[in-house]
């Protein structure tokens, strides 16, 4: 049977980051993916990122994704594509398909980086064909560099909605309007600033009431919304549109950490059930650890950072590293996570970190 | 529609070195792009209908999650267009329900 | 219904905020010549700006969700970090001359040329006045984002904030 020192389920910035650090170590460092290319979402980010220096701000996601692989490959990282994880059994036997093929790799530790995927939302004419996540339109335009649509509404003004809004006229479409139920913007003010100075007009207190056509989207009804959040009749608004994109948010891939029977807590600001996890991301599972969206939704940034904090945390538990290096190590990542959560938009993910890392506490 | 030229990207600069052909017509695609950017490419838009109530479905995730972009290719139901890489001459139709094994000629 | 401002509301810094955050610079130094008009109203963490600043202008400090504040005369209105500000929220504006020059960061395709007419929008992408392209700026250093610097008369110099897109139909 196949065995490793470390498995990473995921090969996101999450799990690219945690593969580096923990090769840099020198642990041997196997990376399973079900898709046929690294990278997980790095790719379609084609924005210059946040943060400071230590976070790789101002260049661009993609570049980073690049920059990661070309890490990955220069440590001796082996990355196994088109290998999709559907079970973790006793004594960290991972069970994965690869080319309809079942395969096994035994490893002395787990991390799962398996991220996120995008919510729903429900209104009539939510099924037509036209109406499709926020992120897929962006790796269609991104990406595959096709365009889901020419005349797009967009719903959602987080930074997801505002950036695939930029992103979406960038590749020659025109956003219609980007509706938001609540009634203030979600997202950073910058990346509204862009759209709107492109004449995009962002409508607050609104919602989709009805999404018209047989066969595809062929036009949008949206409405105001009261305080109550129900729909004032006689405010709607039709835009011509062939696309509707959904920006509502994203919930955590846990599939594989519930299989596995790590215990889990309940943050709706995070995404809803996350699996608690210590200091060093490890889970209520000795040797499973896990990093990135599937810890609580935040953005890349700190899923890197937080692979990088389950890489060295790894390394150290197989002794590649002794307690002060360790130490030292997961101290400046942690404070660069921390740097990462404060202000109006970063306090809130820094208290739901913080009652994460309590119940692993109450738990203990 | 393709995206030719990008400010940030660049210009497309893959070649159209497959042929796939789609409920009968033939679409000009890219060897390893993920069928559905092929479709959306030709202003497909409706990838299956549904079983029962015969309701139209197309992409909506893109990452292989939600199946709905699911279609019949080379005989084979249920395939994730999204992240089913194109190969020259493939043969692809709008799945009807819960699909049919084999080619429909 | 009026419409509340502010950048939460809006999507864009209402002139009250943009009187009180610390990167915008005095009247009297935007008579001087160029200078940067840092349009960043929320404590975001971020800070890139600070270091893309060769004349040490540009202070972000710790925590690095502290509002840019700008040392206007550090300041030379070189542009540097226009393309450097993740947020795009960076501009450059010239009061000096007999008209106004306004420098933005410009991501969509295709770029004007250099001597063109163009519909020169403010914060709401609404057509201000016709202004003309006298320099577009993309070295390899900035990453694809390219600078563009339009003139328009005085009293627009502090609305106009970029052009309309090019090759789209009126909607």
Wanted: one cysteine or more; a neutral charge; proline letters at 5%.
């Amino acid at each position: 049977m196949k065995t490793t020192d470390i498995a990473v389920i995921g090969a996101g910035p999450a799990g690219l980051s945690c593969a580096v650090e923990a090769a840099r170590a020198g642990a041997q460092v196997t990376v399973l993916d079900e898709n046929l290319k690294p990278g997980g979402q790095l790719f379609k980010q084609i924005h210059k990122f946040f943060g400071s220096r230590e976070h790789k701000a101002g260049i661009r996601g993609f570049r980073i994704g690049q920059q990661l692989l070309e890490e990955t490959e220069k440590l001796g990282v082996e990355v196994l594509l088109d290998a999709a994880v559907y079970g973790i059994y006793e004594d960290r036997l991972i069970a994965y398909i690869t080319d309809g093929k079942d395969h096994t790799i035994k490893a002395k530790k787990i991390v799962m980086a398996t991220g996120a995927s995008e919510n729903a939302l429900a209104f009539p004419g939510c099924t037509l064909p036209g109406v499709m996540g926020a992120g897929a339109a962006q790796t269609m335009i991104n990406v595959n560099r096709v365009l889901p649509g020419q005349k797009i509404i967009m719903v959602g003004s987080g930074n997801v909605g505002l950036i695939v809004s930029y992103q979406l006229m960038q590749a020659g479409a025109d956003v219609l309007a980007l509706i938001e139920a609540a009634p203030k913007i979600g997202g950073y003010g910058v990346h509204a600033a862009k759209i709107r100075r492109a004449g995009v007009q962002i409508y607050t207190s609104t919602t989709i009431k009805e999404v018209l056509g047989e066969e595809k989207v062929e036009g949008v009804i949206a409405v105001n919304l009261d305080e109550k959040w129900q729909q004032v009749t006689g405010t709607e608004k039709h835009f011509n549109a062939d696309t509707v994109c959904l920006a509502v948010g994203l919930s955590p891939l846990t599939e594989l950490a519930w299989m596995a029977g790590c215990e889990f807590t309940f943050i709706p600001s995070l995404g809803g059930h996350v699996p608690i996890h210590d200091r060093n991301m490890e889970t209520t599972l000795k040797g499973i650890y896990i990093a990135g969206d599937i810890t609580g939704v935040e953005e890349a940034s700190s899923a890197m950072e937080e692979g990088r904090l389950a890489g060295v945390a790894c390394a150290e538990s197989l002794e590649y590293y002794d307690e002060n290096k360790a130490l030292e190590l997961k101290n400046q990542i942690w404070d660069r996570l921390d740097a990462l959560r404060t202000g109006p938009f970063g306090e809130g993910r820094f208290t739901a970190k913080l009652k994460q890392l309590d119940a692993r506490r109450q738990l203990a | 529609m393709r995206v030719l030229n990008h400010p940030i990207l660049g210009d497309e600069t893959r070649q159209f070195n497959a042929t796939i052909i789609v409920d009968g017509k033939q679409i000009q695609a890219i060897e390893g792009e993920p069928i559905a950017a092929a479709l959306l490419s030709a202003g497909i838009k409706k990838f299956r209908e549904t079983q029962k109530n015969h309701k139209p479905r197309g992409i909506f995730c893109a990452i292989g999650r939600c199946t709905d972009c699911v279609m019949t290719v080379d005989g084979v139901p249920n395939v994730r267009t999204c992240i089913t890489p194109v190969r020259d001459g493939m043969i692809i139709s709008t799945q009807k329900g819960l699909g049919k094994w084999g080619i429909e000629r | 219904m009026t419409q509340k401002t502010g950048v939460i509301y809006q999507g864009f810094p209402s002139e009250d905020e943009l009187s009180r955050i610390p990167g915008m610079p005095s009247e009297e130094r935007i008579k001087k010549g160029s200078v940067a008009c840092i349009e960043c109203a929320q404590e975001i963490p971020c800070n890139p700006c600070e270091e893309a600043c060769p004349y040490g202008a540009i202070t972000v400090g710790k925590p690095i969700t502290n509002l840019p504040k700008l040392d206007q005369d550090k300041c030379i209105g070189c542009g540097l970090c226009i393309a450097a500000c993740p947020g795009l929220a960076i501009f450059v504006v010239n009061g000096s001359k007999e008209k106004a020059e306004v420098s933005f960061p410009f991501e969509y395709y295709p770029l004007p040329n250099k001597g063109d007419e163009m519909d020169c929008v403010d914060r709401e992408g609404n057509m201000v006045v016709k202004g003309k392209v006298l320099r577009i700026v993309k070295p390899p250093k900035y990453d694809a984002t390219a600078v563009i610097t339009v003139e328009v008369p005085m009293e627009h110099l502090k609305t106009v904030r970029s052009i309309k897109r090019l090759g789209r139909s009126d909607r």
